[in-house]
Structure formats: structure tokens, C-alpha cells
Antibody
């Protein structure tokens, strides 16, 4: 079965750090771009970051640039999102998704992991 | 910064046709995809590269684009289609979502 499973969310204080993981199975992981998207309850989808299949290219939303780092380990079929200097406005459900084709759209999504930044 | 505009809400009667729009500058030269999201669930890709339906998506969903507006059309709308719908595109190295449209079927 093709799937993505996020983990690593939790409660963290402002200024703290957290690392999210997105574990893939059921497909040739290294050939797909992987995205991170977040959503605050009752609000819309917001793109966070993406990384190419070989890990050589990555992009970030302005709101997280310089604070978040995306990476991948194709031997472990896992993408990571290292989140530093967390702010209250980073509180959200974080989803990872697989790009169906390059600039196609995310055809496989995880169930999401919740990040809460609060003191 | 680049933005996509969607109407906040659209209402349609069962078995009628729903048209959901998504507008943005120079959208005619960008690929657009559409997601459906139901409460408490992860989004589902229902259209990609403007007009392509992923495997498993019903034929009643179709996509089109004219000028700077992309349209998701649901023919013969069913009650199960009630959900939030988001369009998405790429601008340079940035990924942009529209604000979403809540489709009510009543």
C-alpha cells in the first residue's frame, strides 16, 4: 500500500525546536518530490517546504525560511522537517505529501501530525 | 506575492452542476491542481495539471482553465461532494494555495 506517515509533533515552547518525520512505503521513494503543508484548525492549507527526489533541491515558504530545514534519507524512505525558533503562529497540523508528477499536485498525503507552540 | 482567489462558499442542489473558480495573475501559464478536503480528513487530489483526473476520482469532476481563471466543475453533484475545495499552483519556486471554497450541497 502506498502511504506516508508523519510523526514527531507535540507541544513545544516558543523558541524551541522540533523535528518532524514523514515515512514512506509502497513506492519508489527516491523518484518523488515530497512536500510539507500545514493547516490551522478551521483555516486553509499553507505550503511550508518541498524537496526533490534526490534531495539536491529544496524550497521554503518565506514564513519559515531560515528557521526550518527539509532533508531526506532515501535509504530510510523518510523526509524530515527540522523546525527551529518556533513561534506561536507555527501551531498547526503538518502534513507531508507526494507530488504525483513534477508540478502535478500531491496525490498521497499522510494523516498529519500536530505541532503546538505554547508556553 | 502571488495569490490565488477562490470564493469562500458555493451552494448547489443535488444533481446540479457546481462550478468552483480559482483566479490568479498569469494563471493561464501555470499548472493548477485541486484538492477536496472533508472535515477531519487529509486533502485528496482530484485534479492535476489543469485537466487530469487521478486514478479513482469520479468522472463527474472536471477541470478547465480560461485566461487567468481555473474552474473545477462537478456535474451531477452528490451530497458526498460537500467539502472544502482548494486550488494550488506554483510560482517560481513557491507553492501557493487558494483560500478554499466551502461547497454546500442542499
Amino acid at each position: 500500500e502506498v502511504q506516508l506517515v508523519e510523526s514527531g509533533g507535540g507541544l513545544v515552547q516558543p523558541g524551541g525546536s522540533l523535528r518532524l518525520s514523514c515515512a514512506a512505503s509502497g513506492f519508489t521513494f527516491s523518484t518523488y518530490w515530497i512536500y510539507w503543508v500545514r493547516q490551522t484548525p478551521g483555516k486553509g492549507l499553507v505550503w511550508v517546504s518541498r524537496i526533490s527526489g534526490d534531495g539536491h533541491n529544496s524550497d521554503y515558504a518565506d514564513s519559515v525560511k531560515g528557521r526550518f530545514t527539509i532533508s531526506r534519507d532515501n535509504a530510510k524512505n523518510t523526509v524530515y522537517l527540522q523546525m527551529n525558533s518556533l513561534r506561536a503562529e507555527d501551531t498547526a497540523v503538518y502534513y507531508c505529501g507526494r507530488d504525483i508528477v513534477v508540478v502535478g499536485g500531491m496525490d498521497v498525503w499522510g494523516q498529519g501530525t500536530t505541532v503546538t507552540v505554547s508556553s | 506575492s502571488y495569490a490565488l482567489t477562490q470564493p469562500p462558499s458555493v451552494s448547489v442542489s443535488p444533481r446540479q452542476t457546481a462550478s468552483l473558480t480559482c483566479s490568479g495573475g498569469n494563471l493561464g501559464n501555470k499548472y493548477v491542481c485541486w484538492y477536496q478536503q472533508k472535515p477531519g480528513q487529509s486533502p485528496v487530489l482530484i485534479m492535476y495539471q489543469d485537466t487530469k483526473r487521478p486514478s479513482g476520482i469520479p468522472e463527474r469532476f472536471s477541470g478547465s482553465k480560461s485566461g487567468n481563471t481555473a474552474t473545477l466543475t462537478i456535474s451531477g453533484t452528490q451530497v458526498i461532494d460537500e467539502a472544502d475545495y482548494y486550488c494550488q499552483t506554483w510560482d517560481s519556486s513557491t507553492v501557493i494555495f487558494g483560500g478554499g471554497t466551502k461547497l454546500t450541497v442542499l
